[in-house]
């Protein structure tokens, strides 16, 4: 855990492909935690910093109500994703990254089914997730949830 002063950095991350964000945060209750959007870089209160290790952030935290958070998050266009190069044989994925890709045992068979037939005409992880997205932007849905009788 590291300490940090009002708007120093936790940590000195390249901005590649990615474009700053200032968030302003009022909380009713304290939570302890900092909430931000993508790269956490820096916040407007005394703060600490969990890492696992130099560079991979666990969390953000500071007893304030309110303060901004200066984050860094994704700044690529859909057509520069949709040409990323897709991991294969001469590429292969970081040894790292590869529990993003882990499915849960108790993803039925006619889950795995439908992905497939959702995803059969992209040419690209870009257009398979965005295929993937199209279908599940199609179910509405209502986050005021009715009172119990």
Do not use: C, M
């Amino acid at each position: 855990r590291t300490s940090l002063a009002a708007d120093e950095a936790w940590s000195a991350i390249p901005d590649t492909w990615r474009r700053p964000l200032l968030q302003s945060v009022s909380l009713s209750i304290p939570a302890g935690v900092i909430f931000a959007a993508g790269e956490p870089q820096s916040v407007s209160v005394n703060y600490e910093a969990d890492e696992r290790f130099p560079g991979d952030l666990v969390k953000l935290t500071a007893a304030a109500r309110s303060y901004t958070v200066s984050s860094l998050v994704p700044a690529l266009s859909d057509a520069e994703l949709r040409d990323l190069p897709a991991w294969d044989a001469n590429r292969p994925l970081p040894e790292e990254f590869a529990r993003y890709l882990e499915l849960p045992e108790s993803v039925t068979d006619r889950t795995r089914q439908l992905a497939a037939e959702l995803t059969a005409g992209a040419s690209s992880p870009y257009e398979q997730a965005a295929a993937i997205e199209q279908y599940l932007r199609t179910f509405a849905y209502d986050l005021d949830v009715p009172p119990l009788p």
